[in-house]
């Protein structure tokens, strides 16, 4: 067994980083659920990617377009962690929505529904310190509205399971 992989419970080998940390090589579908081993699946988004803040809302937007909220998730998870830390509850706010869709996408309503209200109050908080809350061209309002209508039906609907594609947010409004 090389030094990177350690048994589980029952004895099964897991995937781990340099630090012992788990850090499943199993391939995922768009929404980020595991598939089996060997199976084709979605390229994942690198980890640790430091981009411009520009370039952080043209590809969240573009995985978000392509049905693809999970891995739009893990873009806006390197802003936050990365950018200044004034930014960090723009960019996280921004995180929970593509993982509150997610989460609904996958049929979730409840947990999917809590994630869409929480990242659109911690967007909306971040948008009201004024000129100050710098926010890249996002429909800070419009997204959080998004949100809101969206935890809304898949509280109401249920069973009803939303496609993450067809329920994309515009994160910049669309120029005339």
């Known amino acids: 067994m090389s030094p990177r992989a350690r048994r589980d419970n029952e004895g099964v080998d897991r995937d781990r980083d340099q630090d012992g940390r788990a850090r499943s090589a199993r391939p995922r579908d768009g929404l980020g659920r595991p598939l089996p081993y060997g199976a084709a699946g979605v390229a994942r988004q690198p980890e640790g990617v430091a981009r411009d803040p520009a370039e952080t809302v043209r590809e969240a937007q573009r ?48 947990g999917g529904a809590r994630l869409l209200r929480r990242g659109a109050g911690r967007i909306e908080e971040y948008g009201t310190r004024g000129p100050a809350a710098e926010t890249y061209g996002i429909d800070v309002a419009g997204v959080a509205r998004w949100a809101r209508g969206l935890a809304g039906r898949v509280e109401a609907d249920g069973a009803e399971v939303p496609d993450a594609a067809a329920e994309a947010p515009r994160l910049r409004p669309v120029r005339q």
Do not use: I, Y
């Open 63 to 110: 995985l978000l377009d392509a049905g693809m909220p999970f891995h739009a998730h893990e873009v806006f998870e390197d802003a936050w962690k990365s950018g200044p830390g004034a930014e960090r509850d723009l960019w996280q706010g921004l995180a929970q929505l593509a993982v509150g869709l997610t989460h609904a996408a996958r049929g979730n309503a409840t």
